[in-house]
């Protein structure tokens, strides 16, 4: 009879863990109409909230199975599927729930089927998604990552994970973006196929880049850019770009005024990655900034090769 009582009660604490555990991602998470806006053009709702916390190793993780699978075990779903079961909040490791979710559709179960229940499930799928659908492409053989780092082959750097810092230069504000250290000079790259939608100077990112992802939804931005020659050649706004072509040269350019100036300490490139789910969220108070630290981690595997032009005093991908 004691061992009844024994079991009983392991299982109410076991069911009230869960209990909690739920409460407390349910307070984390806006609900899903929280995590909505409704476009005053044309009405469309459309994600006007995203915070990304997806860990490297887990993108590692859901990519070699993407990968190896020739897409058959899509990675953003892979990620979205683990997401809705830890609230969106990953650590560093490899994930379980990424595991399980291979093996059973390796075992014949679809995507509609293991999310059908799966609360969160479209809006973590269609967030991480807008930030990692330009990464990989193809299908079968043919699937490959197409994206690069935003720093060319053969060119060192640092970086640690600063997005949300505090800068006060101008006013007091977040940093919405990640800064890599390295030489004045170093080539830098377009990390997706895209159109150049932004150039010029700007008192605080100094000469900056602006690149739109063409499904509108990343916008690329590239700031303290070197002074004199922060651009290749003949790169214009309105211009398409591919992945891995280089587009301009770190610097440390801005905190100014006046133009073509080096206010910064150290030469770096502030990277950043914006989400545009409705153009209303463009060059307004509810933009959508990600950590881009684990994303420019991951891309170091995947670096485009240049070289030297002397003639014309340029570097220029070399296509392999």
Same mark, same amino acid.
């Given at each position: 009879?004691a061992?009844?009582? $024994?079991?009983k009660?392991?299982f109410?604490?076991?069911?009230?863990?869960?209990?909690?555990?739920?409460? $407390? =991602?349910c307070?984390?998470?806006?609900s899903?109409t929280?995590?909505?806006a409704v476009?005053?053009?044309?009405g469309?709702?459309?994600? @006007? #909230?995203?915070?990304?916390?997806?860990?490297?190793?887990?993108?590692k993780?859901?990519? +070699?199975? &993407? =990968?190896?699978? %020739?897409?058959?075990?899509? #990675?953003i779903?892979l990620?979205?599927?683990s997401a809705?079961?830890?609230?969106? @909040?990953?650590?560093?490791k490899?994930?379980? &729930?990424i595991?399980?979710?291979?093996?059973?559709? @390796?075992?014949?179960e679809?995507i509609?089927?293991?999310?059908?229940t799966? *609360?969160?499930? *479209?809006?973590?799928? +269609?967030a991480y998604?807008?930030?990692?659908?330009?990464?990989?492409?193809?299908?079968?053989?043919?699937r490959n990552v197409?994206?690069?780092s935003p720093?060319?082959?053969?060119?060192s750097?640092?970086h640690?994970?600063d997005?949300?810092?505090?800068?006060?230069?101008?006013f007091?504000?977040? /940093?919405?973006?990640?800064?890599? !250290?390295?030489?004045?000079?170093t080539?830098?790259?377009?990390v997706?196929?895209?159109i150049v939608?932004?150039?010029?100077?700007?008192?605080?990112? *100094?000469?900056?880049l602006?690149?739109r992802s063409? +499904?509108?939804?990343r916008?690329y931005?590239?700031a303290?850019?070197r @002074?004199? /020659?922060?651009?290749?050649?003949?790169?214009?706004? *309105?211009?398409?770009v591919?992945a891995? +072509?280089?587009?301009?040269?770190?610097g !440390?350019? %801005?905190y100014?005024d006046?133009e &073509?100036?080096n206010?910064?300490?150290?030469?770096h490139? /502030?990277?950043?990655l914006?989400?545009?789910?409705?153009?209303?969220q463009? &060059?307004?108070?509810?933009? $959508?900034?990600?950590?881009?630290y684990?994303?420019?981690?991951?891309?170091?595997?995947?670096?485009?090769?240049v070289?030297?032009n002397?003639k014309e005093?340029?570097?220029?991908?070399?296509?392999?």
């Amino acid at each position: 009879m004691a061992h009844f009582h $024994i079991k009983k009660s392991f299982f109410i604490i076991i069911i009230s863990l869960l209990l909690c555990l739920a409460i $407390i =991602l349910c307070a984390v998470l806006p609900s899903e109409t929280e995590l909505y806006a409704v476009s005053t053009v044309g009405g469309a709702r459309f994600i @006007k #909230w995203v915070d990304f916390g997806v860990s490297y190793t887990a993108m590692k993780q859901a990519l +070699d199975y &993407d =990968l190896k699978s %020739g897409g058959k075990y899509n #990675w953003i779903e892979l990620l979205a599927v683990s997401a809705c079961k830890n609230g969106g @909040k990953f650590q560093d490791k490899k994930y379980a &729930d990424i595991d399980k979710t291979a093996e059973r559709l @390796k075992n014949g179960e679809t995507i509609e089927s293991i999310t059908s229940t799966l *609360g969160y499930y *479209g809006y973590y799928f +269609d967030a991480y998604n807008a930030v990692l659908g330009g990464i990989v492409s193809g299908e079968g053989k043919k699937r490959n990552v197409c994206a690069f780092s935003p720093v060319a082959r053969g060119f060192s750097y640092t970086h640690s994970d600063d997005f949300g810092v505090s800068r006060s230069y101008g006013f007091s504000r977040r /940093h919405l973006g990640n800064d890599l !250290m390295g030489s004045v000079g170093t080539p830098l790259v377009a990390v997706e196929s895209g159109i150049v939608e932004q150039m010029g100077w700007n008192r605080y990112g *100094g000469w900056r880049l602006g690149i739109r992802s063409f +499904d509108g939804k990343r916008y690329y931005y590239y700031a303290h850019l070197r @002074k004199g /020659h922060p651009y290749v050649n003949g790169l214009k706004e *309105g211009m398409q770009v591919r992945a891995g +072509d280089v587009i301009g040269y770190m610097g !440390m350019t %801005g905190y100014s005024d006046e133009e &073509d100036y080096n206010g910064m300490q150290k030469p770096h490139l /502030h990277f950043g990655l914006e989400l545009i789910f409705d153009e209303s969220q463009k &060059d307004s108070n509810n933009e $959508i900034w990600v950590d881009v630290y684990d994303i420019v981690r991951l891309l170091s595997s995947y670096r485009s090769k240049v070289v030297k032009n002397s003639k014309e005093n340029e570097w220029v991908r070399v296509l392999t």
